[in-house]
């Protein structure tokens, strides 16, 4: 769906509503917001709602924290691993899944930003060569 810049401009004006004081969105805010753009219908509503979700989505990115490992990982490993990207990164939320085919090793993606530590990387890379 094409959106024309009147649009995004639009929708990234209703995103800075849903950024509370400490800069982090507030999901309440975004709900409101959502709802009142639906039950109002202004003028392409549709694209507006798309733009304002598609903001919505890659700030809970980068906000997001996915860790990927070979074999579950124990309290204390998360917790480092936690302290090491608290460090870089504030207000993160966790999801902490596991995936045999890694071998060994992990991946950790926050947003875009994506470390590959796993040994089915460094043999792909091998096999590249």
Same mark, same amino acid.
């Given at each position: 769906?094409?959106?024309?810049?009147?649009?995004?401009?639009?929708?990234? #004006?209703?995103?800075?509503?849903?950024?509370?004081?400490?800069?982090?969105?507030?999901?309440?805010?975004?709900?409101?917001?959502?709802?009142?753009?639906?039950?109002?219908?202004?003028?392409?509503?549709?694209?507006?709602?798309?733009?304002?979700?598609?903001?919505? #989505?890659?700030?809970?990115?980068?906000?997001?924290?996915?860790?990927?490992?070979?074999?579950?990982?124990?309290?204390?490993?998360?917790?480092?691993?936690?302290?090491?990207?608290?460090?870089?990164?504030?207000?993160?939320?966790?999801?902490?899944?596991?995936?045999?085919?890694?071998?060994?090793?992990?991946?950790?993606?926050?947003?875009?930003?994506?470390?590959?530590?796993?040994? #089915?990387?460094?043999?792909?890379?091998?096999?590249?060569?």
């Amino acid at each position: 769906m094409k959106i024309s810049k009147e649009t995004q401009a639009q929708a990234r #004006r209703l995103f800075r509503l849903c950024i509370g004081p400490d800069g982090q969105m507030e999901e309440e805010t975004v709900r409101r917001i959502a709802s009142e753009v639906e039950a109002r219908k202004p003028r392409n509503f549709l694209p507006l709602l798309c733009a304002f979700t598609d903001l919505v #989505r890659r700030e809970k990115q980068r906000h997001t924290a996915t860790v990927t490992s070979a074999i579950p990982l124990t309290e204390q490993e998360q917790a480092a691993i936690r302290t090491k990207l608290d460090s870089r990164h504030s207000g993160l939320e966790y999801h902490w899944l596991t995936d045999p085919n890694l071998i060994a090793g992990m991946t950790v993606q926050v947003a875009d930003d994506v470390t590959d530590a796993s040994v #089915r990387s460094r043999i792909a890379r091998l096999t590249v060569r």
